[in-house]
């Protein structure tokens, strides 16, 4: 796996600026409104299917995976059926923390309240180790979705579990290196007055996305194509929510004009540093000449003859 790469690809991009500036434009956006609901999930679902089409780009070996910010449809539509699985796959957890919650309720202060502490112990125990296994098993969840975009792919449970034993040793690896990238993010974007976070976050997303890609490169790591079962290859922006087309269609505008704009601003701020450059190169001359002009001066002093001693003129007395 190429780890180290995993870091910088997004700064090979030509356009790198622009696409992370969209990122982190769009990361505001869902946080500001996410108070709405609607706006926080469908900008939560366009993030994600960025982050599934980096996972689609880097398996096939495109030598530019960060991807293009258009077709927001389809990419909402994507994230959307990602977040479904990971639901799914998540049920269990709440399943199992369901009863330490009715129990602790229900007999929190009673003479039997030991039983909701046994019940909480055993039933704690499983959810940590679901939770560690759900954890490990989203790396091959996202590959396996990545590769055909059906919702049945991510719940193929079997082929799931089998490709985590597999490469166990690399997911590991992958997750432990997301965490260290989640918090060096953090921490670079609070130094950069807090705002910052918005697009480290957005980098660290498509870290995460360049690394799940590493791993459905591997050699057998591409997963048989699912038989049988229900089919949702076909849904279509609308068919997840009437309307959505229209509503990205101008945020994508707006997010197009505002990288223009950036980038006309960006333009402006190298001609400035130019002629800063050009006006500083020039007044460093003037100052050499200046210095050279002072040393010769110096030295005309330093070469002139020394003068002669001569007896003081003689002062007579007033008749």
């Known amino acids: 796996m190429e780890i180290g790469k995993s870091f910088t690809f997004v700064f090979e991009d030509k356009k790198w600026l622009e696409k992370v500036l969209v990122g982190g434009l769009v990361v505001l956006a869902t946080v500001l409104f996410s108070w709405t609901i609607i706006i926080g999930i469908l900008g939560s679902a366009l993030l994600t299917g960025y982050m599934i089409q980096v996972v689609r780009n880097v398996r096939r070996g495109d ?92 719940l193929a449970f079997g082929e799931i579990f089998a490709f985590t034993k597999k490469h166990i040793g690399d997911i590991i690896i992958i997750l432990l290196v997301i965490w260290a990238v989640e918090i060096f993010a953090s921490f670079v974007g609070l130094l950069l007055c807090g705002i910052g976070v918005l697009f480290t976050g957005f980098w660290a997303l498509v870290v995460q996305g360049y690394l799940y890609g590493q791993v459905g490169r591997h050699p057998g790591a591409a997963l048989t194509p699912m038989t049988g079962g229900p089919s949702y290859d076909d849904l279509s922006p609308n068919s997840i929510m009437p309307g959505i087309g229209e509503i990205a269609a101008p945020v994508q505008d707006t997010a197009a004009a505002a990288s223009t704009q950036v980038q006309e601003l960006a333009s402006g701020v190298t001609a400035a540093t130019d002629d800063v450059q050009s006006g500083a190169t020039q007044a460093l001359d003037d100052v050499q000449d200046l210095a050279s002009s002072v040393q010769e001066s110096a030295a005309d002093v330093l070469d002139a003859p020394a003068p002669t001693d001569a007896p003081p003129p003689e002062i007579k007395p007033e008749a």
Do not use: H, M
């Open 63 to 154: 030598p530019q995976p960060l991807p293009e910010w258009n077709a927001w449809g389809e990419k909402i539509v994507s994230g959307i059926k990602y977040l479904v699985i990971l639901l799914i796959w998540s049920l269990p957890l709440f399943i199992l923390w369901l009863p330490i919650g009715i129990l602790s309720a229900v007999l929190g202060n009673s003479d039997a309240s030991w039983i909701a502490g046994v019940v909480s112990v055993c039933f704690g125990c499983l959810a940590v180790v679901y939770g560690i296994f759900f954890a490990l098993a989203t790396v091959p969840i996202t590959v396996r979705f990545a590769e055909t975009d059906a919702i049945s792919s991510g």
